[in-house]
């Protein structure tokens, strides 16, 4: 399975357990049987994708609200919400190059939310970018 159908799992895992806090591991095995993942490297993936961001939830909505200008955290919906906690773990705390964590992230948007949303998240990960550039320059 690409890294891309693995995040579109992570996507849709992340989505459940924000809507209805269920048994996160349950779940997440429920998917490597139903994927018939086979892989270690595709099962931790996915494993330590979810766990680590359930894991850094409070920080990752911190870090998103210091970037949303006009918006409240609250305000977003919930694909929103998911699809932008998975990119600010993967800029922020995996350090993943932020060409692919956008990328990514933007692709998962267009199979699941509306048109505008790409343009909508993009604008918000520009912003995290050139913070982190700044931060990073000092």
């Known amino acids: 399975m690409t890294r891309r159908k693995i995040r579109e799992e992570i996507f849709k895992l992340l989505f459940e357990y924000e809507l ?11 998917v490597i049987t139903e994927e018939n993942l086979k892989k270690d490297e595709e ?19 911190g870090r998103i609200k210091d ?12 694909i929103e919400k998911v699809l932008l906690k998975i990119s600010f773990y993967e800029i922020t705390i995996k350090k993943i190059g932020y060409e692919i964590a956008i990328n990514e ?6 199979k699941y939310s509306y048109n505008d949303t790409k343009d909508f998240l993009n604008g918000i990960l520009a912003k995290l970018v050139r913070d982190q550039k700044a931060l990073e320059s000092v």
Do not use: P
């Open 43 to 61: 099962i931790d993936f996915l494993r330590s994708y979810v766990t680590d961001i359930i894991a850094n939830e409070d920080i990752l909505i």
């Open 20 to 30: 209805i806090n269920n048994d996160i591991e349950k779940r997440i095995n429920d």
């Open 67 to 78: 970037v949303l200008e006009g918006w409240t955290y609250e305000r977003l919906g919930t």
């Open 105 to 110: 992230v933007l692709e998962i948007s267009k």
